[in-house]
Every structure is written in C-alpha cells, then in structure tokens.
C-alpha cells in the first residue's frame, strides 16, 4: 500500500472513529445528572438518601412541588441559578446494557433536593429469551434486605399464626 | 544441454517505434489496477474502524470504569472487529472479480489466511473476557457464566459451536497440519466454516446489547452480512452456473501431445462472453462417470477464440490419470475466469515469461495475446527432460513470429551453487544469471509459472536481481 | 398508613396512602366473595353446591364465572392447577382468594388511591404512584418463617406476587402423581390472578410445571424443594443474566 493510501486510511479510520466517539458521549449527556446510575453493574439501582415512601403522602392531595403549570418533565433539567426552577423532572430513560434506568430529580428554587433512580427490571423481554428458573445456589440469590421491605409474602398463614408471623410485625410499625 | 533458439536476425522493416505507446498503456493499467488495490485496502480497514466507531457510538468509551466493565467491553470489541474481519475474508474467498482481477489469486488467499489468524484470537478473547466481565461483576466463576449463559439460550450453544468449528478450522489450516491432510479432507473442513458463520449469527442478535438497543448498528451489521452472503451465493455459485448453462462447453478435441500429456480443446457458444484472457485458468469439472466429482484449476494454453477454449494437462496421478481418457462430447461446467497471470497485470514494455513442467501452459497462451517488443522479450522453458519441454514447437514458432528470444535449459536441477542457495538452473549451468539472457531484467514485466519450489527459487532469483514485486507475477496451482 | 382486617380465614394487610372510607369498602369486598365461596360455611353457595343441594348450572352468575376462571386455569396449566379435590368436592378457594384481592385493589384505585398493597394471607397486589419508590415484597424462608429468603421489587409490569407452599396450613394442596418436590414456590406476575394460580400449580405440578409456566406466561419465580434446593428466574439471581 502506498504512503498516499496508507494516509488516506489512518485520516478515513481517525474520522471515523472520532464520530462515533462523540456520538457516544454526545448521548451520555442527555440524560443529565444521571452518569453515574447509567453504569451501574446491579439491576436494582436504588436511591440516593433522603426519599423515603412517606414523603409521597404530601403529594397525595395536589402535587405542591409542580407550582410552574409550563414545567412539563423535560430531559434536561435545566435548572437555572436565577429563575429556580422548582417541580420534579423525569430525566429521558436511560438504557445501558443492563437494563433501563430512569431518573427523577426533585428541585427547589434552583436547587435539587432530591434524586433517585429507578431501574425497571421487567421490561419487555425479546422474543428469543426465555427467562427459565435455573438450579440456584443459596448464595446467587438476591438478599433481602429488611430495611426496604413493606409486605411479606410466605405460604398462606391462618389467623392465629398471623399473630407471630413477619407480616404482623410490618403491620405493627405501620410500614 | 542448453539450446538458444532463434534469435531475430534481421531487424524488422522500418516502423513508427511501438514502445511509447505499449509503455503508456501498460502504465496506464499499472496505475488503474494501483488505485484498485488501495480503493480496496481502503475499504477493508476502514470497515475495522467503522466497527470499533459503533461501539464508541453506543456509549462504549464510557464502559472502562470498572473491571469488569472493561473486561465485558474487551471481549466486546474483540468480538465485533473479528466479525468484520471474518467478513472480510469470506469476501475475499467469494471470487468476486474486482477483487480477483486486482489482487490475483495468491495474494487474496494469503490475505485471507493472515486474516485468520487473527480472527481466531479475537474471537477466543471475545470468549474468555466477555465472559469473565460478566462473571465478575456478579462475583461467580467463569466456569459458572459460561453455564449460565449455556442453559440461558440455545444461540448461546450455537455460539459455542461454532467457535469450535472455527478452531478445528484454523487447526487444520496451520501449515504442518494441511500438509499431512489430503486436500479433499481440507477442503471439506474448511467448508464448515460457512456452518460456524451460521451458528454465531444468533446470539449475536439475542445476547448484544449494542445489536438489540441501536437500531443503527442492528441494520448496520445485518446488511452487512446480507451482503456478504449475497456475494457468496451470486459470484461463487450464481455466476459459474449460468456461465456453465449458458456456454454449453463440450469437449471437442483431445490431442496427444506426449504419453503423458493431452490437449483438450472445449467447444461451445458465445465463449467470448466468458471474458477469459489468455494466462487465466477456469475450474473445470468434466460430466463424465468417475470425473465429475474431481475439480481441477487448469489455465488456457491458448488464446481463446469465439467458440473453442484449449487446456494442457499432465498426469499427475489422482485425478489427472482419469482425465487422460476423456471422450469428446463430455459436458464441462465451468467456475471462472479467473487469475492475473495475463496481458492484464503487465506493466512495462519488456517482459520475460519463466515456466517449468505444465507450467509452461499459460505462459504459451500469453505468448499469443501480449504486447512484445522484438529483442525486448525472452521466453525462458526449464525441464528435467527434452520430453518435458511442452508444446515447444508452438512456442517456438511464436517466439519467432513475435520477436522474442527462446531459452530452453534441460537437465536436473543444480541444488546449491556456490554462494549455497538452492536454484533453478541446470546442473551444468549453475551460475546462469537471468540477466545473460535479458539484459533488461530489472525494467521487464516478469510471468513465472511452475510447481512450488521452482518458482520460490525462481522469485528469490528475481528479487536479488533488483525486480520489484510489482513487476513479478506468478501462478501456483493446488497439485 | 396501614390496616388490617381477618376474612376468608387469613388476614389481610393494606398499606400506602389508603383514603377514608376505602379500607371499609375493601373489607366489604372480602367479605362478600367469602359469604358465597367459603366452603367453611355451611349457608354458603359453594357448600350448597358441594353437599349437591345445588346444581353448578342452577348457580349464580358469579359462581359460574369463578368455576369456568378455574377451569380454564386448568387447561392452561395442563391439569396442575385444578379446582377438583380428589374426593370430587368443587373447591374454587384457590381462585377466589386472589379474586377478592383483585376486586380490593379496583376498590382503592376508584377511590383514587395512587400507591397501595394489599397482603391477603402472603399474596399481595401493589399499585405504585409514578415517583415513589417501588414496593418491595420480602419472600419468607420456608426452612424458618421468622427470616427472609429474598425479596422482589413489584412496578407497573409485575404488579402481584403470591407464594404457595405447605409450612403454613399442612399439606392442604393437591398433588399430581408422585411429583411432590417443591415445598415454597413465589411466582411474580402482572396480576394476581396469574401469580396465585401459578404458584399453586407449580408446586403441584413440579418441575415439569415450573418449565411450563416459566416458557408460558412472563413471570418471575423462586422455588425451594423439600430438601432445600433453589429454582429461580434472574429477578432473583444474582448471577447476570444476558443482556436482550
């Protein structure tokens, strides 16, 4: 191959791949404020600190937070220091190889006060993938952390061992 | 015994100087044929980056972070680039004719095979860090994903397969190996790589990320590999069969030319059609019992005419034997033309043709068809025995007719000469140098054609002559 | 906000934002679907049907509907589930729990509930308002019922979890043949219905079930055998599954 060719080559293969470089990181950003929760390695990425399900219950009546009739959920939450932007956005779904993440943040006068991330994990499955029940070692089974848990699913219990069953006990302490 | 024949006497009645115009022709076909081959170098390493750019494209430049992210995307790229390049080679085997006009024959089949090469270790780091990526970030054994990943899907067991088709493909192509396996049994095994293809193509549609989420990418590599399986099927199928039905080749004539060597002349409509030029060989197949299911690469040993084609063929034993005996009006089916070995390749004004055994074949129809400059050409015949000096009178009388010098050197083979590399020449002349016979060696277009060994001594004769290997065209043939 | 009631012979939970007069509404539902099916009650329609004072094409409409629900089960889930006892009893509690559980959660939804459960004896039925956190449903380990084997998150697309197992009320399911290995099976699904139904058969049914349904219906399933092996689908694997 000639010097001319040999050059034509590496200028054709650097644009090349320069394109598709910034085409890939040109995609990364529009899901803002997501990079990090978009290359997570578990499925069940979970929030960051402070939402807990009782602060739904405020938003039960009316949504307060969506004061700004205009602000409909846009991909880029684009927060201005001067106006202050204040509702919940959901960011664009993300898809990496895993699965689908979608982010919502909550802002206040500007500020965010809230993220969290939520990862669907039954979407849609292709055709060809059956999702089989495989033979499972006690140890490559998801732990369940008791934290999180609000109900408890077990074989049918009866009205009297209800009484010293788990789900009475979530019961109890109002979750 | 050595024999200068004729040498033109007279020089030749006044004429307007033939060689500006050959020369200029000859460059201008040299610089076509030149663009050709870069468009198609071009093409193919590009098409490497284009792989890697869809990757970056998908965000791929962003899954480094962690390791097994970078292990998972390693055997990723792995994947797609030896992807392409298997592409590529089945383009390259797929006999297409730009390719096999501007390449030739010896040089795509040793592309395809440097191509190989590295598309079995792309695919085994595909394997074993695609796995381990996936297999790290959920703390198991490889050995544990990889059977996760076996009762997941059956695309994936196809997979499997065929990457051990694969191997067993590139094991029997390693030198050693072909040469303890009878052709035939190579042959077919190499076959099988079309089954491999087929059984990978699956999982990389259900088990990719990049192929199932960009829609881009998904139709990129599935018109690509339509493509690629048309071109197989219309050039290495489509096209030799109707050539064969349109042509009707019959055989025609079959002349003794010595015991052990025939002319076989095959007649049949609109062979100009065929586009063969003289020096290019067809794959024939005689339709007779016990001769159809050999394929033999034979070259023309004439210029075509508008009906007849000629081939020269020596028994050899095999399927050669059983050719001695074929009775005229057998049907022929023909793949081809095919091959540089003809007026097509040449450069330059001078030329010089270098043929041992049957050999000597192309190099006679050559003789016919290319331009020669008188006492600017030298035809060069090399044989154990007078015997073997094949269709000499023919080449004789054209040598005489067309200007150029006969050398015939006859007699066995000097191992080593004094500098210890092994030549070509006659005992008795074992420091015979090229350039005694044409002294324009080093400027000449040079057409070698003859078994294996005779034309590497032959070639690394040339190169230590100082004759590029722009200039130097051979033709090596599967005995 | 949380409260729970006893009906069909269990209790049931209801949690999330549960309005007013709803949770009152619920316990209505239950309690009707009870009255007619229980077979634990003598003056009610099943038990009539059972003792043969009452002829199945003489009952109403919704008896009818429930016995052509199971039936149809039935088929699907090529004879594992089914509401014949073995003694010829018509025994349609299986479909009828998570019919109740079902009927509950339109109850809250028109009463404009937006994020609520529903626990009736372990099968639970969840709705998840769009920006809170999802609900996450701890499994119980069968080899101990004061620990978790796991647990799943339910949303949009697989709204239902319900296990079936023989810690709890003894052997009281069924079996088909000799194939009695499971001893909890949990399946998720986009209903409850399905899930219940699932859950039942499969453990009746077996492996052979379990390949069946898994092949079938778009669920998730863990299963433990009495020896203590595990069957489960990638929600409840850590091992990753491969991408799509």
């Known amino acids: ?175 | 015994m050595t024999t200068l024949h004729d040498r033109p006497r007279t020089a030749p009645v006044a004429q307007p100087d033939p060689r500006p115009s050959i020369a200029q022709r000859y460059a201008a076909q040299a610089r076509a044929r030149n663009w050709r081959a870069d468009g198609l170098e071009f093409v193919g390493w590009v098409s490497m980056a284009v792989s890697v750019a869809l990757f970056l494209a998908d965000g791929g430049a962003a899954q480094f972070g962690t390791i097994s992210d970078a292990f998972s995307s390693v055997g990723i790229l792995a994947g797609l680039t030896s992807t392409n390049a298997l592409l590529l080679m089945l383009l390259l085997a797929a006999r297409i004719p730009v390719i096999d006009a501007t390449l030739g024959q010896p040089r795509a089949t040793s592309l395809h095979a440097k191509l190989g090469q590295w598309v079995v270790i792309g695919l085994v780091i595909h394997t074993m860090f695609l796995i381990a990526g996936y297999a790290m970030s959920a703390s198991a054994t490889w050995l544990a994903q990889f059977l996760y990943f076996w009762g997941a899907t059956a695309d994936f067991g196809w997979a499997v397969l065929g990457m051990v088709l694969f191997l067993v493909i590139s094991f029997t192509s390693v030198a050693a190996a072909r040469k303890k396996l009878p052709y035939e049994v190579w042959h077919a095994i190499h076959l099988a790589s079309y089954v491999a293809v087929g059984a990978s193509i699956p999982h990389m549609f259900s088990m990719s990320g990049l192929f199932a989420t960009n829609a881009a990418a998904r139709w990129y590599w599935i018109v690509l590999l339509a493509l690629t399986g048309l071109a197989l099927l219309v050039f290495r199928l489509g096209i030799p069969l109707l050539s064969t039905l349109d042509s009707r080749l019959t055989v025609s004539r079959v002349t003794q030319v010595t015991p052990d060597v025939i002319n076989i002349e095959v007649t049949g409509r609109r062979v100009a059609d065929l586009g063969a030029r003289a020096g290019q060989y067809f794959h024939w197949r005689f339709l007779a019992p016990g001769l159809w299911w050999h394929q033999h690469p034979f070259s023309i040993s004439a210029a075509p005419t508008a009906n007849t084609l000629r081939i020269t063929v020596r028994n050899l034993g095999k399927g050669t034997a059983a050719l001695m005996n074929v009775r005229p009006g057998t049907l022929v089916a023909i793949e081809g033309p095919y091959g540089t070995f003809s007026d097509a390749a040449r450069t330059t004004p001078e030329v010089v043709m270098i043929g041992a055994g049957v050999g000597i074949a192309p190099i006679r129809a050559l003789l016919e068809e290319t331009a020669i400059i008188p006492g600017r050409a030298a035809v060069v015949l090399r044989a154990s025995r007078p015997e073997e000096l094949y269709l000499l009178h023919e080449i004789t009388e054209l040598c005489r007719r067309r200007g150029a010098a006969l050398i015939t050197l006859v007699g066995p083979r000097a191992r080593i000469d004094l500098q210890g590399t092994t030549r070509w020449v006659p005992q008795h002349q074992a420091n015979l140098s090229l350039t005694q016979i044409a002294p324009y060696l080093a400027e000449a277009d040079v057409f070698v054609c003859g078994p294996d060994g005779f034309t590497d001594a032959v070639i690394a004769d040339l190169k230590g002559h100082g004759v590029p290997d722009s200039r130097i065209h051979e033709e090596r043939f599967v005995w | 906000m949380n409260h729970h009631f006893v009906s069909m012979g269990t209790v049931v939970s209801l949690s999330g934002d549960l309005p007013e007069r709803a949770t009152s509404a619920v316990e209505n539902a239950f309690a009707d679907l009870d009255e007619r099916f229980s077979l634990y009650r003598p003056e009610s329609e099943a038990s009539a049907i059972a003792r043969g004072d009452l002829p199945l094409t003489r009952a109403s409409q919704e008896m009818r509907g429930a016995y052509e629900l199971a039936q149809s089960w039935r088929v699907a889930t090529e004879g594992a589930f089914t509401p014949q006892r073995p003694d010829g009893v018509l025994d349609l509690s299986g479909v009828v729990k998570a019919m109740a559980i079902e009927r509950a959660g339109t109850v809250l939804d028109e009463f404009g509930a937006t994020h609520w459960s529903v626990n009736a004896g372990g099968d639970v039925l969840t709705r998840s308002a769009g920006d809170a956190a999802p609900w996450v449903i701890g499994i119980v380990d069968p080899s101990d019922r004061d620990a978790l084997l796991t647990q799943c998150r339910l949303g949009p697309d697989a709204r239902a979890v319900a296990t079936s197992g023989i810690a709890e009320r003894g052997e009281h399911i069924w079996r088909i043949g000799a194939d009695d290995t499971f001893a909890q099976v949990s399946v998720v699904a986009p209903d409850i219905i399905t899930a219940d139904v699932l859950a039942t058969a499969i453990l009746a049914g077996g492996r052979h079930c379990l390949e069946l349904a898994c092949r079938t219906w778009s669920i998730e399933v863990i299963a433990v055998t009495r020896s203590g092996s595990i069957f489960a689908t990638d929600a409840f694997r850590t091992t990753r599954p491969a991408t799509r």
């Open chain 1, 1 to 175: 191959m000639s010097t001319r060719s040999k050059t034509a080559v590496l200028l054709a293969s650097a644009g090349v791949l320069a394109a598709g470089w910034q085409i890939g990181t040109a995609q990364g950003q529009t899901t803002a404020l997501s990079t990090d929760t978009a290359t997570t390695t578990t499925e069940t990425t979970t929030a960051t600190p402070t939402a807990t399900p009782t602060t739904t219950t405020p938003t039960t009546t009316a949504p307060t937070t969506t004061a700004t009739a205009e602000t409909t959920p846009t991909t880029s939450a684009s927060a201005s220091t001067s106006g202050g932007a204040t509702g919940t956005f959901t960011g664009a779904t993300a898809s990496n190889r895993f699965g689908t993440v979608t982010v919502t943040v909550t802002l206040k006068a500007g500020s965010i006060t809230d993220v969290s991330a939520k990862a669907t994990i039954y979407e849609q499955k292709s055709a060809r993938y059956v999702n089989m029940a495989l033979p499972t070692l006690k140890s490559e089974v998801i732990a369940a952390d008791s934290a999180d848990v609000s109900n408890v699913s077990g074989a049918t219990y009866t009205t009297s061992s209800y009484l010293t069953s788990l789900q009475s006990a979530l019961d109890k302490a109002g979750r």
